[in-house]
């Protein structure tokens, strides 16, 4: 099994900054994507930024160029780190991670979500 948990979330004004954890535990043998999504209540989720073998990086455009995405291999964790926040940032933000077990399994699992709210 896979467990994701995630830490970071927060209230912060305009302008302000955070920085989103999401660790990996359990019996994993490769991790393949590290993914960040975000839902606002009463919206669909969307996707944030991505993070894959060799590093590359995808974001979306409403949060590039303020967002960025690393990853701590040794570790199983990805980062988020979010600067010059905007209100329409507020979102619970939930990771996903795409891997292979050490059982040769795929897995995919969610974490458990963390709340941003960006507020005056």
């Known amino acids: 099994q896979v467990h994701l948990v995630e830490s970071g979330g927060g209230l912060v004004q305009p302008g302000g900054s955070l920085r989103l954890s999401c660790a990996a535990s359990g019996s994993i043998a490769s991790i393949n994507a590290m993914v960040w999504y975000r839902q606002a209540p009463g919206k669909q989720r969307e996707f944030v930024a991505r993070?894959?073998?060799?590093?590359?990086?995808t974001y979306a455009d409403s949060v590039k160029g303020r967002f960025t995405i690393s990853r701590d291999n040794a570790k199983n964790t990805v980062y988020l780190q979010m600067n010059s926040l905007k209100p329409e940032d507020t979102a619970v933000y939930y990771c996903?991670?795409?891997?292979?077990?050490?059982?040769?399994?795929?897995?995919?699992?969610w974490g458990q979500g963390t709340q941003v709210t960006v507020s005056s």
């Open positions: 996903n991670v795409v891997g292979v077990t050490s059982g040769r399994q795929r897995f995919e699992t």
């Open positions: 993070i894959v073998n060799g590093d590359y990086t």
